[in-house]
């Protein structure tokens, strides 16, 4: 989750330029389908109070497509939504929406944390969190605009690279029984679907 606001004034006219950029996404390892309904529907609550359900439609693609392991083929999480270059209709409306994107985070996240911190696992999924989070790294150091903006500009390396897991492996063509959890985490959950729509009941 991460939500940011820049302001700055044109060289050219001189007049003051804002934006906003921003949202949320997870990338679980053992997920269920209702905690990836439930993240979806968050998401898609906060854009249709402020906006409408084109606009979550939007930042979910936006996020989608963003998160995308283009080397791998493959999704990094499950979603949910991005946006950047966000200053319309008017400050306060679109201030009013990140704040709430913010809050509306708490609100995804937490349940899951409140269910799951109990839960006990045993090496071999230890071992597959740490080879998933080497997906994460992959993404952050390839793609990801705020770090290459960051290390290619000449920032504090330390800072820039917070982010990281401080654990993570990598193996050579990693294989997953086929019918186990981990393999259904990348045929079943890291596909683009419309989460928010789905049927749990």
């Given at each position: 989750?991460?939500?940011?606001?820049?302001?700055?004034?044109?060289?050219?006219?001189?007049?003051?330029?804002?934006?906003?950029?921003?949202?949320?996404?997870?990338?679980?390892?053992?997920?269920?389908?209702?905690?990836?309904?439930?993240?979806?529907?968050?998401?898609?609550?906060?854009?249709?109070?402020?906006?409408?359900?084109?606009?979550?439609?939007?930042?979910?693609?936006?996020?989608?497509d963003?998160?995308?392991?283009?080397?791998?083929?493959?999704?990094?999480?499950?979603g949910?939504?991005?946006?950047?270059?966000?200053?319309?209709?008017?400050?306060?409306t679109?201030?009013?929406?990140?704040?709430?994107?913010?809050?509306?985070?708490?609100?995804?996240?937490?349940p899951?944390?409140?269910?799951?911190?109990?839960?006990?696992?045993?090496?071999?999924?230890?071992?597959?969190?740490?080879?998933?989070?080497?997906?994460?790294?992959?993404f952050?150091?390839?793609?990801?605009?705020?770090?290459?903006?960051?290390?290619?500009?000449?920032?504090?390396?330390?800072?820039?690279?917070?982010?990281?897991?401080?654990?993570?492996?990598?193996?050579?063509?990693?294989?997953?029984?086929?019918?186990?959890?981990?393999?259904?985490?990348e045929?079943?959950?890291?596909?683009?679907?419309?989460?928010?729509?789905?049927?749990?009941?």
């Amino acid at each position: 989750m991460n939500v940011r606001f820049f302001r700055t004034r044109s060289a050219k006219t001189g007049e003051i330029v804002w934006w906003f950029g921003g949202g949320y996404d997870l990338t679980p390892y053992y997920p269920t389908i209702q905690e990836c309904v439930d993240w979806h529907r968050a998401a898609k609550s906060v854009c249709e109070n402020h906006f409408d359900t084109a606009f979550y439609q939007k930042l979910k693609q936006w996020c989608d497509d963003y998160f995308f392991i283009k080397h791998r083929n493959s999704a990094r999480g499950i979603g949910g939504i991005f946006f950047d270059d966000l200053n319309t209709p008017d400050f306060d409306t679109t201030f009013a929406f990140v704040r709430d994107v913010g809050e509306s985070f708490i609100g995804a996240y937490q349940p899951i944390v409140l269910t799951r911190k109990d839960e006990a696992y045993t090496e071999e999924q230890r071992q597959f969190q740490l080879y998933r989070r080497g997906r994460y790294v992959e993404f952050n150091l390839v793609y990801d605009r705020g770090t290459l903006f960051g290390l290619q500009s000449g920032g504090r390396v330390e800072s820039i690279l917070m982010s990281m897991p401080p654990l993570v492996r990598f193996d050579y063509d990693w294989q997953n029984s086929p019918e186990s959890s981990e393999s259904k985490l990348e045929s079943e959950f890291l596909v683009p679907k419309d989460w928010a729509n789905v049927n749990v009941g």
